[in-house]
């Protein structure tokens, strides 16, 4: 199975700007799910400076220099994804040996010195924007957890209640709301939902990292989809040790199968954020975003032979 993504944004400024400087991670990453066929990025203006890296969590990183004044920037990238449903699914029997270790267990087998904990164990750790833990949403998030029940079906469950108890608002919060205001308010965005889970996870000693990507959206039945309909997404996945990282998405109380697509991770959303940058320049400025995400079913060649 193939999946097509388009992704464009685009900044007007109110004054001319002489110099923008950006980070951009718009190449999703690969994972034992999915492949990177094809890639493309497109910057008008052109940009003076234009050199790509892996960063220190293994994303794709671009880094941008623009000289040329202008009053508009727009950053476009076209990608095509092939997704293993083997692999997936796969994954899908890992996880059911995985339900067997207790909560209890991890936080015993997060003491090991082997290379995947040691790794690991920076994702229990404080981070930019996840500095502190609320007394409030630790006593919360317990309610899940016993020393001896499945630590994944206890991160599920706690999935589901924030699924229950928060209200999906556009535009209450932004990237520097702190995850205690959202806890407070019940209510936020899926970048939200991520922040919330992951701090809770780690005042419990977890590992839990936070994952931006993109997720196929359906029409209605009977409707054609609209391009451009889709949007950036993001969820968290959390580690147990000798298994692996496994995905959760309290937004949509689903764990992520075939739809989700991965694009980075990182220890909160400073880590993995599609743009950063400066400008020189004044004024105020609008960012408006596009994000398109296409399915294309594929027959394996046996199919297509028969």
């Known amino acids: ?102 909560y209890s267990q991890v936080i015993q087998a997060l003491k090991a010195s082997t290379p995947d904990v040691i790794d690991a164990k920076q994702f229990c750790m404080p981070s930019q924007f996840l500095k502190t833990t609320d007394p409030l949403l630790r006593d919360y998030v317990s309610h899940s957890f016993l020393a001896e029940r499945s630590v994944y079906e206890s991160v599920q469950e706690f999935m589901g209640r924030i699924y229950n108890d928060f209200q999906f608002v556009s535009g209450f919060s932004d990237v520097n709301t702190p995850v205690e205001i959202v806890f407070e308010a019940r209510k936020g965005v899926c970048q939200d939902f991520a922040h919330i889970a992951i701090s809770a996870l780690r005042s419990l000693g977890l590992a839990a990292r936070y994952v931006s990507g993109y997720i196929e959206t359906l029409p209605p039945a009977g409707e054609v989809k609209l391009f451009g309909a889709d949007a950036s997404h993001a969820w968290f996945s959390v580690f147990i040790p000798g298994f692996g990282w496994f995905d959760f998405d309290p937004t949509n109380n689903v764990i992520p199968y075939d739809q989700h697509i991965v694009l980075g991770y990182g220890r909160d959303y400073a880590d993995i954020a599609p743009m950063q940058g400066v400008v020189l320049g004044s004024g105020r400025s609008d960012v408006s975003v596009t994000v398109d995400v296409t399915r294309e079913e594929i027959q394996s060649q046996s199919q297509t032979q028969s």
């Open 1 to 102: 199975m193939l999946y097509h993504i388009f992704h464009s944004t685009q900044f007007s400024y109110q004054q001319w700007v002489s110099f923008s400087h950006n980070l951009i991670r718009l190449k999703p990453r690969d994972t034992p799910f999915q492949t990177v066929i094809d890639f493309s990025l497109s910057i008008e203006p052109d940009a003076a400076e234009l050199e790509s890296y892996t960063d220190y969590f293994g994303n794709h990183l671009h880094h941008v220099l623009i000289r040329e004044p202008h009053h508009q920037l727009k950053v476009s990238a076209q990608t095509c994804i092939a997704m293993d449903i083997q692999a997936i699914q796969q994954n899908k029997l890992i996880a059911d040996y995985a339900k067997e270790v207790s």
